[in-house]
C-alpha cells in the first residue's frame, strides 16, 4: 500500500507564507504524477497544483499562479507546495494526490493523503 502523509499546514496571517510536505511510503514501484488539492469549507475539493515525475512541467489553478510553486524531491517520494502571500480564501483542507504503482500491482492508481488545515486570517 501507499502513504501519503502530509505535514506543513498550519495557522498564519495573510500575506504570510507556509510550506507544505508529502511523504509517500510504502510498497511503491514508482510515482507517476503527483498534485496538491484542496478543499475550502462549503466547496468541493478542487486542484491546486500539479507536477509531472521528473518535474519538468507544473499546472496551476488561475487563483494561486504565481502565489505557490509545487516541487518534488523524487529520490525521497516527496511533494512541496510553496505558498507565498496566503489570502484568506486559501483556508482549506490541503490534499496530497499521487498516481503510484505498487511492487505488487503495476497499474498506477490515485492514492490520497488524510490532509492537512491551512488557516489564514484577514
Known amino acids: 500500500q501507499v502513504q501519503l502523509v502530509e505535514s506543513g499546514g498550519g495557522w498564519v496571517q495573510a500575506g504570510g507564507s507556509l510550506r507544505l510536505s508529502c511523504a509517500a511510503s510504502?510498497?511503491?514501484?514508482?510515482?507517476?504524477?503527483m498534485n496538491w488539492y484542496r478543499q475550502r469549507p462549503g466547496n468541493q475539493r478542487e486542484l491546486v497544483a500539479g507536477i509531472t515525475t521528473s518535474g519538468g512541467s507544473t499546472n496551476y489553478a488561475s487563483s494561486v499562479q504565481g502565489r505557490f510553486t509545487i516541487s518534488r524531491d523524487s529520490a525521497k517520494n516527496t511533494l512541496y507546495l510553496q505558498m507565498n502571500n496566503l489570502k484568506p480564501e486559501d483556508t482549506a483542507v490541503y490534499y496530497c494526490?499521487?498516481?503510484?504503482?505498487?511492487?505488487?500491482?503495476?497499474?498506477?492508481?490515485?492514492?490520497w493523503g488524510q490532509g492537512t488545515l491551512v488557516t489564514v486570517s484577514s
Open positions: 494526490n499521487a498516481r503510484a504503482a505498487l511492487t505488487s500491482t503495476p497499474t498506477y492508481l490515485g492514492h
Open positions: 510504502g510498497s511503491i514501484s514508482s510515482i507517476n504524477t
